[in-house]
């Protein structure tokens, strides 16, 4: 699931999580999920370190590194990319939720959005939000590896439940086509549910938290682990 160096540690993956306020709420998702599974997590949020800059940030990666940290997740706004991402930094996921500030000024969120993806790993994944179109536009032409997500048939990761399922039973999403895994593991479509211990989450980052998981080849339900997953028939994909 994740690489393991000579010395026989694991290499630190580095995800991004870059868009709108949901980063927030999508971080913390897949901060429980890998947590549950004894994952050790850091998620920083740069806007809220007074005096950082790129340096600092390049030093924090270091130390968390020499702790056996096993996942950075580092929550981004566009215009603070020039501010913090340090030259050496290489993204193994980015999710991408909302294009956010991108009516405002799309020029200047197009060229920010370039800079992010021109610091993903060769064999780096993008997770993004099928459902926005105008992030969708931006992307054209990138030449990445695309999961998506979202509430149509494009969408690699969708929901199979919506509405009051959400708070009462847990969500259920699904895997309507099959992807390969980081490790180069095949998932076949079929069905999670998230168990939620409250209520008022946004469905779009529960589907962005669930994508993340998958392509590290974790079952995003943290608590039922011998469960049967529905395998979903190939006439509904």
């Known amino acids: 699931m994740f690489p393991i160096l000579s010395d026989g540690v694991e290499k630190m993956l580095i995800a991004g999580i870059l ?15 890998l947590a549950s599974k004894g994952k050790k997590v850091s998620v920083i949020d740069p806007a809220g370190m007074p005096g950082i800059n790129s340096e600092r940030i390049s030093a924090y990666v270091s130390e968390l590194e020499k702790n056996n940290i096993g996942i950075l997740i580092l929550k981004m706004n566009t215009p603070e990319i020039d501010k913090f991402l340090p030259d050496d930094i290489r993204f193994d996921i980015l999710v991408c939720d909302r294009a956010g500030s991108c009516k405002n000024n799309k020029r200047a969120y197009s060229d920010n959005l370039k800079k992010v993806f021109s610091k993903m790993a060769d064999k780096g994944i993008a997770i ?28 690699c990761v969708t929901a199979s439940s919506i509405g009051d399922t ?32 409250t209520g008022g989450f946004d469905c779009h980052n529960l589907l962005a938290a669930a994508a993340f998981a998958i392509v590290n080849g974790i079952d995003p339900n943290p608590e039922d682990k011998d469960r049967e997953v529905k395998q979903i028939s190939n006439n509904l994909i």
């Not at 868009?19 to 999920?33: F, R, V, Y």
């Not at 992307?139 to 990445?144: A, D």
């Not at 847990?170 to 211990?197: A, H, N, W």
Request: proline fraction near 1%; glycine fraction near 10%; include cysteine.
């Open 166 to 197: 959400v708070y009462k039973e847990g969500f259920i999403c699904c895997l309507q086509r099959s992807v390969s895994t980081r490790d180069g593991k095949v998932m076949e479509p079929q069905e999670y549910k998230i168990r939620l211990e």
């Open 19 to 33: 868009g709108s306020e949901g980063k927030w709420q999508t971080a913390g998702i897949i901060s429980s999920i």
């Open 128 to 155: 993004v939000n099928v459902d926005d179109s105008d992030l969708i536009k931006l992307l054209e032409g990138m030449k990445h590896r695309f999961i998506t997500y979202g509430f149509n048939s494009k969408a």
